[in-house]
């Protein structure tokens, strides 16, 4: 009996942690826009700068991953990009101005370098809270709750380090965070 109640635990504790980070879906300020023809380095040094990233940013950024340029012109076309690779899922809520969220940023980092994930993303999926773990432990991101906003620092170090990743398979000792060395 006490190994059915154990099951059933970690049943309900597996399915409320894989609903962590919902939200109800949709796109607030769909037609805002960032600066026109920034490259790569106009961009970084503009993000290294501020307190918070906001989601349109940071769309741009995981864009700028994978295709080395971010092409569109408003946040509702980085959001659809972004959904129709499966970077984001369908269910979150899109917010320009809003500061991304770890956990939002891990996800899109862990999507977009495939990182191999453990056991508990094999038997949930990716959420913001695993996904953030993973790459915790992986070195790409420092230490800190999923819900917390990124820095522009931050955010430039975790791009630098998938951008390794994505080219090397590994993030290299050197640049991994202080938490997971």
Do not use: H
């Not at 864009?63 to 690779?85: I, N, P, Y």
């Not at 990716?126 to 917390?148: K, N």
């Amino acid at each position: 009996m006490s190994n059915i109640k154990y099951a059933a635990t970690v049943t309900v504790a597996l399915i409320a942690a894989g609903l962590a980070g919902c939200e109800t879906p949709g796109i607030t300020n769909p037609q805002a826009k960032l600066a026109a023809g920034e490259e790569s380095p106009g961009f970084i040094d503009r993000v290294s700068s501020q307190n918070t990233v906001s989601e349109n940013d940071a769309m741009r950024g995981a864009l700028m991953l994978l295709d080395g340029k971010d092409t569109d012109r408003v946040f509702r076309q980085r959001v659809e990009v972004l959904k129709s690779r499966g970077i984001v899922p369908n269910r979150w809520r899109f917010t320009a101005d809003k500061p991304i969220t770890r956990g939002k940023l891990a996800y899109m980092i862990y999507q977009v370098c495939k990182v191999p994930g453990g056991v508990i993303l094999a038997l949930t999926g990716p959420t913001q809270r695993y996904c953030l773990r993973e790459l915790q432990y992986r070195g790409f991101i420092a230490s800190g709750a999923w819900y917390t906003p990124v820095s522009g620092m931050e955010f430039i170090a975790v791009l630098n380090r998938a951008d390794t990743y994505l080219q090397t398979g590994e993030v290299p000792a050197i640049m991994k965070t202080a938490w997971s060395r």
